[in-house]
Structure formats: C-alpha cells, structure tokens
C-alpha cells in the first residue's frame, strides 16, 4: 500500500461519499451529485514555518471530520481510492460531536 505524507501545512482528506437519494427517498444521477464538503483527515503536515523559522502547529488532527470549501484541494488517487490534498487554511471548521 502506498501512502502520502503532506508537507507544510497541507492535509490529505477523505472526502464523505456524494449524496445518492434526496430526503424523499429519489436517486440522484452521479452527474447531478454535488461534490461533497465533508471528510476525515487521514494525515497531516508538520506545520507552516514562519519568518523566524518558528513551526506554527497545526489546528487539526488526523482523525477529525471537517468542512471544506466545494472547490477546496486537489484530488489525488492512491491505490484506487480518491483524496484532497489541501492547505489547511482551506478547512472551514472542524465537526465537534
């Protein structure tokens, strides 16, 4: 199995499955699905580097489900399965329980 490490502050997302029925019970057509905004981080960088070469920790965490933008990332594939990789600045807000 391979695996991807991201550097900086960038995390690598698995995006939640695209909606397939609507709440009334209709399928949706997989060109109709809107990408989905949610997704666990499965891994994370060390950190941005500021100007006085200071590593600013990172909000978040592998294991936390977040919001993202719709067009937040970049998909990549590893092993057949799709990911985002994405500056964490582009994370929204980390789902609490």
């Known amino acids: 199995m391979s695996s991807l490490k991201p ?9 939640d499955e695209a909606e397939q029925k609507t709440a009334s019970g ?10 989905p905004q ?4 499965v891994a994370v960088g ?18 936390d489900v977040v919001i993202y933008g719709k067009f937040g990332g970049n998909e990549v594939k590893v092993d057949g399965e799709k990911y985002l990789l994405m500056r964490a600045d582009d994370i929204y807000a980390v789902v609490e329980a």
Do not use: F
């Open 7 to 15: 550097l900086a502050d960038r995390v690598l997302v698995k995006p």
């Open 26 to 35: 209709l399928y949706i057509a997989s060109n109709a699905q809107e990408k």
């Open 38 to 41: 949610r997704g666990t981080i």
């Open 46 to 63: 060390a950190g941005k580097v500021n100007d006085k070469g200071e590593r600013i920790p990172m909000d978040v965490q592998v294991g």
